[in-house]
T-cell receptor, first 112, second 115 residues
């Protein structure tokens, strides 16, 4: 069965610090990978996704993620976080069918 | 920008009662989904729906659950006889084509509390 692991449940950073959130998945075949974000009081929104081509994917708000097939990883990065990046971040994989399999989420708090 | 909407935002019910959670997907989307998130746990897939049929369901989606598209705009999730463990946030999602890799657009969720 597909599964997704997110390494950190809570991350606290100061503004301007760099961010890297880990995501690993288990599935040996072709995958599509997603990062969703949920800002306080809002719905899940797509940050970025990978389904083919360049393994370095750029998303909204300065986020990027790198798909490393050999490591089954899709880590999310941002060089300099802002207070407004405070949110919960979910990694998800779609391998067979249409369903998304989510990780447990990482709550990011950015201190101003 | 079009959004998926869900009503109600919070539903409180007694154990054994039936509840219907409502969703209005984005108007030109053809694939619809329900997910749930029990407090402190992962977001879990429940069911996908296309062309008035269930296309995939998880083992969570047992006989007490059903989905329906009663008209051209609404997509509902019915829980026939609620249990305490059904307390969760329920998210509806939709996408235009349903292909693997297509973005799913999520609604704000309905928080279901079963007492």
């Amino acid at each position: 069965a597909q599964s997704v692991s997110q390494h950190n449940h809570h991350v606290i950073l100061s503004e301007a610090a760099s961010l890297e959130l880990g995501c690993n998945y288990s599935y040996g075949g072709t995958v599509n990978l997603f990062w969703y974000v949920q800002y306080p009081g809002q719905h899940l929104q797509l940050l970025l996704k990978y389904f083919s081509g360049d393994p370095l994917v750029k998303g909204i708000k300065g986020f990027e993620a790198e798909f490393i097939k050999s490591k089954f990883s899709f880590n999310l990065r941002k060089p300099s976080v802002q207070w407004s990046d405070t949110a919960e971040y979910f990694c998800a994989v779609n391998a067979r069918g249409n369903k998304l399999v989510f990780g447990a989420g990482t709550i990011l708090r950015v201190k101003s | 920008e079009p959004e998926v909407t869900q009503t109600p935002s919070h539903q409180v019910t007694q154990m054994g009662q039936e509840v219907i959670l409502r969703c209005v997907p984005i108007s030109n989307h053809l694939y619809f989904y329900w997910y749930r998130q029990i407090l402190g746990q992962k977001v879990e897939f429940l069911v996908s729906f296309y062309n008035n049929e269930i296309s995939e369901k998880s083992e969570i989606f047992d006989d007490q659950f059903s989905v329906e598209r009663p008209d051209g705009s609404n997509f509902t999730l019915k829980i026939r006889s609620t249990k305490l463990e059904d307390s969760a946030m329920y998210f509806c999602a939709s996408n235009p084509g349903g292909r693997a890799g297509d973005t799913q657009y999520f609604g704000p969720g309905t928080r279901l509390t079963v007492l």
